[in-house]
């Protein structure tokens, strides 16, 4: 599934919205980027999760990732 997000993504083009769409979706991109930062903000240990992940990960440096990170490696 994830393989079709990718591909639908790739194929967006902004143009096709009209102006008050395109606004539409900038104020979104603007409002979801401050509740991310928000929720970071709140929860510190997401920050402390990822890079202990990302440590595991540039010790091992496991062939499939996807593998390592689904904990069957």
Known sequence: MGEVVKDAQKNLNVSYLNVDQQEKLRQFKIQTRIDNETYLRAHPEVDEIIGDFLRHLLVK??????????GES
């Not at 440096?61 to 689904?70: L, M, N």
Request: charged content about 40%.
């Open 61 to 70: 440096k496991p062939s499939d990732i996807r593998e390592f990170a689904a």
